[in-house]
């Protein structure tokens, strides 16, 4: 990524290295905590500035569940399976779209030019927004896990918290496939396309509308290298089981392994230098 | 190569051609063979400059010359930079360079969604984080409002201000920390004359007081009377690199826009007699 232009071959030798009057300038560092938290505290800071988005994702996932319980009134049993899927897979959608958009904002607006410009570590960025909207997805995941278990009789063997151990993990994911997906989106228009590009064949083959190994032996090829398959994998574990099951901690550890990948893939698509 | 050696802004009308007296002094920016290319387009061709320390260098041009361009490389965003390029010291883009650079864009680039003091409070930090600096960068903050006179407008929503207004909030932004360097495109563009001026008087008082060193451009003629030094740039080239007094006289003309005008009408008749030539 570095060009030519550091072909800085000694031709400085008249001035000798340059004293600044300031104090040597703070490391740039891969990761540094503060500057994490106070991008996760300005991410956190813009929404709440904006009441109707925090709305919106909060009330939604709920709004939902609530009309698949009483789409499925007469049959409980498809309630507890779908709707332990969707518990996964709320968060994911949620955030995918949020963080695709919020991070474009960020690149049309020239706001990430400037702070590449400044000390801020790409690892920063990705970090802050992780853990701002990971924030959020806890508050939504633990609204709509409670409101499924408790009031709408979410038939859950396992324990709630492993739900929502999973829920937060698929928002990591959609966080993570959202800023690395905006670095290919050009406009706003575009960042929403991605979402059926990139969430859609994903709900199609993760096993919500049938078991993945009746599907055809491609697509179930196919669905398993898609991470939501494991993410909704792991709430069927913890629907049928009273303990966490191998299964549900290889699960687990595929779709966070899912999110550092592709967010280490979305630092990659930051670019201090751009054309 | 046009080489002068950085002093203070003096009024004399002939531009100094002796050899740097004052060696101690590097200059803040130093380009040789600097070019740029965007896509099939080479936008800046070989420049060759300097940029003085501790004054204001003006960057003049029509719109489209590469000045924005050439800011970008000297911050160090630019891809696709090849030469030398110089800047404090260090290669531009040097990590270290990060803290010792103001540099505004030419479209405001601020958060619409936070107030002018969250903006200002969020870079802040990432220039100085830790909680050890918090009262510092309070402080710096406020100070950086009061600079750009937005002291009124501090917990107003960026994206509720009026455009001259937010192009203040990201000028505001550059003034965070102590910059050696300010790289400020286009910082006056659509104020109105008050604020202009109370601007290019808190541009003097940086250069001045703080000894920073200031590369401001701009395609207002007048303001450039109010520069130390002026590049001016055509088409990827610079035409000229001298002192506003010195330009008028080598010129023969009474204001900058007459003697820009005047470099401008011999380089266009230049090339034309290049491509009769080429054309033989």
Redesign the interface.
């Known amino acids: 990524m570095s060009t030519s232009a550091h072909t800085d071959s000694g031709t400085n030798t008249g001035g000798g290295p340059t004293r600044g009057t300031t104090p040597a300038p703070a490391p740039t560092s891969a990761l540094n905590a503060s500057r994490t938290a106070a991008t996760a505290a300005r991410v956190l800071r813009q929404l709440r500035h904006d009441p109707r988005t925090i709305a919106l994702m909060i009330l939604i996932p709920c709004v939902m569940l609530l009309l698949l319980r009483y789409v499925f009134d007469g049959n409980p049993r498809t309630f507890d399976s779908i709707g332990a899927s969707l518990l996964g897979i709320f968060p994911l959608i949620t955030m995918f779209l949020v963080t695709s958009i919020a991070t474009l904002r960020e690149r049309t607006s020239g706001t990430l030019e400037r702070l590449l410009a400044m000390p801020l570590g790409k690892g920063d960025l990705i970090a802050g927004y992780a853990l701002a909207f990971g924030i959020l997805a806890i508050i939504q995941s633990a609204l709509a896990t409670g409101l499924a278990v408790w009031f709408l009789d979410l038939d859950v063997t396992g324990s709630p918290w492993l739900l929502l151990l999973v829920a937060l993990l698929d928002a990591l994911l959609g966080t993570a496939l959202g800023l690395f997906v905006s670095a290919f989106a050009a406009s706003e228009f575009q960042a929403v396309q991605f979402m059926p590009a990139v969430i859609f064949p994903q709900l199609l083959l993760c096993g919500l509308f049938t078991p993945r190994d009746t599907m055809h032996p491609v697509l179930e090829a196919i669905s398993d290298v898609l991470p939501m398959s494991y993410a909704v994998d792991g709430m069927n574990e913890v629907l049928r089981h009273t303990d966490m099951t191998a299964t549900f901690v290889r699960d687990v550890l595929i779709v966070a392994g899912c999110a550092v990948l592709v967010l280490g893939l979305g630092a990659a698509t930051l670019r201090r230098r751009t054309a | 190569m046009m080489n002068y050696p950085p002093g203070p802004p003096t009024n004399d009308d002939t531009p100094s051609t002796a050899s740097?007296s004052t060696?101690?002094?590097?200059p803040a920016v130093?380009a040789?063979d600097?070019t740029v290319v965007?896509?099939p387009r080479t936008v800046l061709r070989g420049l060759d400059f300097t940029v003085p320390r501790g004054q204001i260098t003006g960057l003049l041009g029509p719109s489209g010359c590469g000045k924005s361009t050439l800011m970008r490389?000297i911050?160090?965003?630019?891809?696709?930079?090849?030469?030398?390029?110089?800047v404090?010291?260090?290669?531009?883009?040097?990590?270290?360079l990060?803290?010792?650079?103001g540099?505004v864009?030419q479209?405001?680039?601020?958060?619409?969604?936070?107030t002018v003091r969250?903006n200002l409070a969020?870079?802040a930090?990432?220039?100085?984080?830790?909680?050890a600096a918090s009262e510092r960068r309070h402080d710096d903050v406020t100070r950086a409002i009061a600079d750009v006179g937005l002291t009124s407008h501090a917990d107003a929503?960026a994206g509720n201000l009026s455009g001259g207004q937010r192009s203040r909030v990201s000028l505001a932004?550059a003034l965070l920390?102590?910059p050696?360097l300010l790289v400020l495109d286009e910082p006056t563009v659509g104020l109105d004359p008050v604020l202009r001026r109370d601007l290019w008087n808190l541009f003097h008082d940086i250069a001045a007081r703080r000894?920073a060193t200031l590369l401001i451009s701009s395609h207002v003629m007048d303001e450039a009377e109010r520069c130390h030094r002026l590049l001016l740039m055509r088409e990827g080239r610079i035409l000229a690199d001298d002192t506003p007094d010195a330009l008028r006289t080598r010129t023969h003309t009474d204001t900058v826009e007459a003697a820009f005008l005047h470099l401008v009408d011999e380089a266009i008749a230049a090339d034309r007699t290049q491509q009769k030539e080429t054309a033989r």
């Open positions: 740097p060696p101690s002094a590097s130093r040789e600097l965007r896509g490389a911050v160090g965003t630019q891809a696709k930079v090849t030469g030398t390029l110089d404090l010291g260090s290669p531009a883009g040097h990590p270290t990060r803290t010792r650079i540099y864009t479209a405001p680039s601020v958060y619409d969604d936070l969250q969020y870079f930090a990432i220039l100085a984080p830790g909680r929503l932004v920390g102590t050696e000894g």
